[in-house]
């Protein structure tokens, strides 16, 4: 039989990848060992980084993106997909990662921006990239730029959820908000969250984001992962949270069974018992710099 | 006709729509109760290492296979494919499959997803071309005489049957086509 004309990197293969990553947890990932732990945990899939945000938080300096060779171990080591991330920006590590083939890219905050006004044109790439959001104007450029996947950024490295729980709020109230506008508010709300109008109306008329919205930034035991799910995350990702506690193996499995059994809490009592300590968190107040303001 | 989707994680939603559409009633499940509920199953693609020890902690799984190998008819897609395949390469150490189907099959078998397609497919019994989604798809190495090969990609199975199974390899709910939904129900009111 003929070789059958074969479409790769459309929107459609790009977002679909996205959609089977719903209901999961991705794991910050160091090595290959750490990555054997999440796959065997039910992680969804892994971040592959030199650096859990709370260790780049801790040492300072430029955070860039990882080595390749590290990377290429991790994705040597486990089945699910691999993602990794390059600074925002920096089109040529993202380039870099695609030629690798690195499952997502993640064109992150936790790193160190390389352009102080651009993000990268993501539609330019077959691989498929996540991007960090704050609010719903931000989400919506992000889109527009050729995301595949919003997750809110939360306050990486933290341990803390407050964040995290302050941006979802934010980008579903106002899909919620602008849902119920008329159609003449429309260019209103496109002028004051500065995002495309086309997108705008089909947020409105839709009710949703057009690509998936996961929850990153500060998640550290099974009832926060049920916290952002009930608010309106679709999956979850654990930075620090999981590797930086007392106990990862049986906590990484407790936010997997919390993140799917997210509503109902006679399962999150049974899966939170006994993990052990959670990783330390930071209060808001007393951090130097804050991640999630870098991108615009 | 209620049928089930299996909601522990993955492109569900998108099951539960197409099921919606063609005006039938779902059950998004993730435990025995809701499955008990459920006169059939659709399982979805996501990831199907993580799906099996959920299947497996909430106690589906044993239901699944017994419920099945009497007859109820399940759908599943790519990491459903997985599921309910007979033989599974390339998984996770400890990962069983349910043994629905006689078929081996090879976790991201066409490669990862850099190289994720869309392709037109001919698939048995229908008129016109099915817009096939494959993303990280598994490969079917092999399928036993049992089984009836319903749709194919370069010689090898991408839409198999047998009995009251059905498999794709690729992602009918991403398709805006609910023709394999369809049939599929077509069965259900059937069996």
Not at chain 1, 93 to 106: F, H, K, P, R, T
Not at chain 1, 158 to 174: C, F, K, M, P, Q
Request: proline content about 4%; glycine content about 8%.
């Amino acid at each position: 039989m003929d070789e059958l004309n074969r479409d790769t990197g459309t929107r459609l293969v790009k977002r679909g990848l996205a959609e089977m990553l719903k209901g999961g947890v991705i794991m910050d990932v160091v090595d290959a060992d750490q990555a054997k732990i999440a796959e065997d945990a039910g992680a969804t899939a892994v971040m592959a980084l030199e650096r859990v945000p709370a260790d780049i938080r801790r040492d300072g300096g430029v955070a860039r993106m990882s080595d390749p060779e590290m990377i290429e171990e991790i994705k040597s080591a486990v089945t699910v997909p691999v993602m990794a991330k390059a600074r925002i920006g920096h089109f040529a590590e993202a380039q870099v990662l695609q030629s690798i083939g690195v499952d997502y890219i993640d064109e992150s905050e936790v790193l160190t921006p390389a352009d102080e006004a651009h993000h990268i044109d993501k539609w330019k790439f077959d691989a498929p990239f996540v991007c960090g959001a704050t609010n719903l104007g931000e989400a919506l450029r992000r889109i527009s730029e050729g995301a595949c996947l919003i997750r809110s950024k939360g306050e990486a490295g933290t341990g803390n959820i407050v964040e995290a729980v302050r941006h979802l709020r934010s980008i579903l109230g106002d899909i919620g908000r602008i849902s119920q506008a008329d159609s003449a508010e429309l260019f209103d709300w496109a002028k004051q969250l500065q995002a495309p109008l086309p997108l705008v109306q089909e947020v409105s008329e839709t009710g949703e984001l057009p690509v998936p919205i996961f929850c990153a930034g500060g998640i550290a035991t099974p009832a926060d992962a049920s916290l952002v799910m009930q608010l309106g995350a679709q999956a979850v990702f654990v930075g620090s949270g999981i590797f930086k506690s007392e106990d990862p193996a049986p906590r990484a499995r407790a936010i997997v069974e919390a993140t799917t059994n997210y509503l109902d809490p006679s399962i999150l009592a049974k899966v939170s018992r006994k993990l052990g300590e959670p990783m330390t968190g930071i209060e808001m107040d007393s951090i130097e710099t804050r991640l999630a303001e870098r991108g615009w | 006709m209620k049928v089930g989707v299996l909601a522990l994680q993955g492109a569900f939603k998108l099951h539960v729509q197409a099921l919606e559409r063609l005006g039938v009633e779902a059950i998004e499940v993730r435990s025995l109760e809701n499955f008990d509920a459920s006169e059939a199953l659709i399982i979805p693609g996501g990831e199907s290492t993580t799906m099996s020890f959920l299947l497996e902690s909430s106690g589906i799984f044993d239901s699944l296979q017994e419920r099945s190998t009497d007859g109820m008819p399940v759908l599943g897609t790519c990491a459903g494919m997985i599921l309910l395949s007979s033989k599974i390469t390339d998984g996770r150490n400890d990962q069983k499959p349910l043994k629905l189907i006689d078929i081996e099959v090879r976790r991201n078998g066409y490669g990862r997803q850099i190289d994720s397609f869309e392709s037109d497919l001919f698939i048995e019994g229908f008129k016109s071309s099915f817009r096939g989604v494959f993303i990280r798809a598994p490969l079917v190495e092999n399928a036993s005489e049992k089984v009836e090969v319903l749709a194919e990609v370069n010689g090898r199975p991408v839409m198999c049957r047998q009995d009251s199974v059905i498999v794709t390899s690729f992602h009918p709910e991403l398709a805006d086509d609910d023709r394999i939904h369809a049939e599929f129900l077509e069965m259900v009111s059937n069996s």
